[in-house]
């Protein structure tokens, strides 16, 4: 299993997707998002499938292509995301630690 997984650790990181804890709608405000599915099942561990950022991410989940086609290639991905002022390069480490599939910059 040579994939990079995202392990739900985060309790900071929100969702529109699920009704608990961490159930909230993304603001009118900058940060990073990850869109993710359940790793065979499990509902703990995640695929992280791309990683993005947003100067407004409630914009970003309504309008999002990748969202989208993600979601009717695999059926059901999940779309976290975290406020953060520092969106960009939060987004580039992100990316170079944990290399998402549909992510090609920053390698």
Known sequence: MNQKKFIKLFPDWKTPNTYGNNYEQPPQESGVYLLVRPFEGDKQIFDIMYIGSAKWLYQRYERHEVLRVLSEVY?????????????????????????????????
Request: charged share 35%; proline share 3%; net charge positive.
């Open 75 to 107: 059926g059901y991905v999940q779309f976290y995301w975290i406020r953060d002022d520092n969106y960009k390069e939060t987004e580039k480490k992100l990316i170079k630690q944990y290399q998402p599939k549909f992510n090609k910059q920053w390698r």
